[in-house]
DNA sequence: TATTGTTATACTCTATAACTATA
DNA sequence: TATAGTTATAGAGTATAACAATA
């Protein structure tokens, strides 16, 4: 997309779309902040809540998170009460993933926080708009080949999925 | 956005975007490899394109990078002979910067490289819906507040500022 | 012999602030 | 006294790989 004159830069959808997409999660960061999350742990509620039950391993490669990583993100999450790791029924090494009560509680005021962030971040779109958005950005993501829910960044500090 | 039932996540523009601009600059930075550089260094090469015999903290402002890590990222760019840091006319404490002639050949091959990741990005999509798609995306940064041309995350490792 | 979860180590990147030389 | 650039230090976050228990 070079410009002949005046080379005015910066106006490529990938470029938008990063710069947007950075800003978009150090926003929603802030957000849940009062609640002491994050986009990751956000994320991590999510998939639990999404599949109760399942053991670390399962979370880890659905989420493409080294499972050493998982550890710590999890530990973290269990000391304050909102996930619990149970014994597997049947695979005594593994270990089971549920949401507390408490967890649950606090996912759904995340949820709600989510739903402020992309009704901020919709606010000079009609519906119609956001629609027609949502459908091309499908489209890109279709055509990177990523999986539907599955933030490539959930395993690194800065950038978070922001959801819903 | 939450949905009654099924509860099927992720559909939020918030989480596309994000999930799109990690995705492309994670891409975009593949693609810069075999020319030794990453969206951050192709950005740094830009700006300093656009405002050549400006000093070290002029630049730092501009792109909202401490001072003290400008210092080691223009060493880089230096050593490798793609940026002259010169004495400053009239301030003997600046340096201005300046891309030597082995920078801007550099700097082109990179060009080319992010068109082709821009083409790559839009391949699905028409000249028309592309257009659209960055109208769109144009007002929703307007309304974060979002400096054209300037990557919130250039401060930053793994996700930096694909371009053009 | 492979796999689940865990721990330990080393490495990279970062901000903060102290420092120098000019202004 | 303030500013441009630099350097030093300490801290956070990460991947890698080794490890124990179980399959």
């Known amino acids: 997309m070079a410009r002949k004159s005046g080379d005015r830069p910066f106006e490529a959808v990938g470029f938008l779309i990063s710069q947007l997409g950075f800003q978009s999660s150090?926003?929603?960061a802030?957000?849940?902040e009062p609640l002491d999350l994050n986009p990751r742990t956000f994320a991590l509620l999510r998939h639990i809540e999404a599949a109760e039950g399942e053991p670390q391993?399962?979370?880890a490669e659905a989420l493409r998170v080294p499972p050493s990583r998982m550890v710590a993100?999890?530990?973290e999450l269990e000391e304050r009460g909102l996930v619990e790791r149970r014994p597997h029924p049947t695979d005594r090494r593994a270990r089971s993933l549920y949401l507390t009560s408490a967890g649950r509680r606090l996912l759904e005021k995340a949820k709600k926080v989510a739903a402020e962030h992309e009704a901020e971040l919709?606010?000079?779109l009609s519906a119609a708009e956001r629609k027609q958005l949502i459908a091309l950005l499908g489209r890109i993501a279709?055509?990177?080949g990523l999986a539907a829910g599955v933030h490539p960044a959930i395993g690194f500090k800065v950038v978070g999925p922001p959801g819903d």
Request: charged share 35%.
């Open 26 to 28: 150090r926003r929603f």
């Open 142 to 144: 279709t055509g990177q």
């Open 30 to 32: 802030d957000r849940l």
């Open 57 to 59: 391993h399962a979370l």
């Open 73 to 75: 993100l999890l530990d």
């Open 122 to 124: 919709c606010a000079d």
